[in-house]
């Protein structure tokens, strides 16, 4: 059984400028402000580097992938592999 949110909870998630905003629903990408790097919320490595500490403080959420792209930031390579790739193609002139 799910229970909802309070109707006055709000989320700070994170536009496509790069500048915070309060959200009435939660993001669906989470992201870290320092590395400009985007994820899945379920992510191995983003969990693993909160379970260390010092990664919390520089957490950022965006509601979809679009907001995190626009905002400057590259998908991770750990959980979102195909779209890296692809990142990764546009970036890089070698590859």
Known sequence: MTVPAPRDRRWILVDGSGQPYASPQPGTLGGHRRARIYGRLDCRAALRALARGGYA???VFFRDEAAAVTAG???CAVCMPAEYAR???RTDPST
């Open 73 to 75: 930031y590259r998908p």
């Open 87 to 89: 990142w990764k193609r």
């Open 57 to 59: 403080r520089q957490r």
